[in-house]
């Protein structure tokens, strides 16, 4: 079981942001893609999550080609991913802001919901008891009541992943989720990310914090201007040279 991308290519008018690049995420695994500004990592997520159509390759879940689905069909089988800069109403409790990370899955209709039948009822004090569980998970459920502009960045962040974690995904993608947290909140983070995956899930993380990658990640991907350029196990793609000469900048020197 896994998500299989196979030598996409993704252009945006003369910019070739992807070509080429493959990458095999398996289920309850942690991939981790690094590279510079600009390399594709983003672009990488979109083609996943149907926010880009790739021009040529194919990505493929658990074995189906998915590049021709829209994104609300992808989350209904079992992605989810959070956003560099997360996007919520400010006015939106942290508790709702979770809350609505499982409206994609819920079985119970419009009219259900609306006349409180006791099916949707049910359902809801369901999803009311999972939030708590895992604002509880995140240490968030000090703030379930505050408005989501009232809490610092870092905070923000772990909301988002709450929310993602919500939909009970197979597969999550997280892009730079320990950008602007502080070190304790990294490793709350770290440690909630791990036992994602011990419980199956397949996590696909952006993340320039190598330290958080080495702790993390069982394989390494490695873009440069769009292009795989190497990967492996985090402690070989450390030792690199091609990967030192890139994050020193030397690159094609
Ligand atoms: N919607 C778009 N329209 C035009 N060009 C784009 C678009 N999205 C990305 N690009 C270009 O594609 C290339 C790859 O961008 P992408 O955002 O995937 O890189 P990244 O590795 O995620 O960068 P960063 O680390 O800065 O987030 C860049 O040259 C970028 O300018």
Redesign the pocket.
């Known amino acids: 079981m896994s998500i299989q991308v196979s030598d996409i290519t993704?252009r945006?008018?003369g910019?070739?942001?992807?070509k080429d690049a493959s990458l095999t995420l398996e289920k309850g695994h942690i991939l981790s893609i690094v590279?510079?500004?600009?390399?594709?990592?983003?672009?990488?997520?979109?083609a996943i999550t149907g926010m880009?159509r790739p021009t040529a390759g194919t990505v493929s879940v658990d074995g189906k080609r998915i590049d021709a689905l829209p994104a609300h069909r992808r989350i209904g089988l079992g992605l989810a991913r959070t956003f560099?800069t997360p996007r919520f109403d400010p006015k939106v409790t942290v508790a709702e802001a979770v809350m609505c990370g499982f409206y994609p899955v819920h079985k119970a209709s419009i009219c259900g919901s609306m006349f409180r039948t006791p099916f949707a009822s049910s359902e809801e004090a369901k999803f009311r008891q999972r939030c708590e569980e895992i604002l509880d998970d995140l240490r968030l459920s000090e703030f379930h009541q505050l408005q989501m502009s009232e809490l610092p960045m870092g905070r923000v962040r772990l909301v988002e992943v709450a929310r993602a974690v919500a939909n009970e995904p197979s597969y999550i993608l997280l892009?730079?989720p320990a950008a602007g947290l502080a070190r304790d909140e990294q490793r709350m983070l770290a440690h909630e990310v791990r036992r994602l995956a011990d419980r199956g899930v397949g996590v696909l993380l952006?993340e320039?914090n190598f330290n958080l990658i080495r702790e993390l990640a069982e394989h390494v991907v490695v873009?440069k201007e769009?292009v795989v350029l190497l990967e492996g196990k985090p402690a070989d793609i450390a030792k690199d040279p091609a990967f030192i000469d890139m994050y020193l900048g030397r690159a094609g020197q």
């Open positions: 993704v945006f008018g910019v070739t942001a992807l590279g510079p500004n600009g390399s594709g990592k983003s672009t990488m997520f979109n880009v560099q892009d730079e952006v320039h873009l769009g």
